[in-house]
């Protein structure tokens, strides 16, 4: 999804847990470009799996 101001955003359709939210995971992660974008993801993800295990 695209901004009125021109960024890109992306959503996570399941919330994380809570124990990684609290963590600093975002569910919800914005960036200039697409490669800036997938880099956001790919960071929430991996704050993620370092929660988990």
Same mark, same amino acid.
């Given at each position: 999804?695209?901004?009125?101001?021109?960024?890109?955003?992306? *959503?996570?359709?399941?919330?994380?847990?809570?124990?990684?939210?609290?963590?600093?995971?975002?569910? *919800?992660?914005?960036?200039?470009?697409?490669?800036?974008?997938c880099q956001?993801?790919?960071?929430?993800?991996?704050i993620?799996?370092? *929660?988990?295990?």
């Amino acid at each position: 999804m695209r901004s009125d101001a021109g960024r890109l955003w992306a *959503t996570r359709e399941r919330p994380f847990p809570s124990a990684v939210e609290e963590a600093g995971a975002h569910r *919800t992660v914005d960036a200039d470009d697409l490669v800036e974008l997938c880099q956001a993801i790919a960071a929430q993800e991996g704050i993620a799996e370092g *929660t988990v295990r």
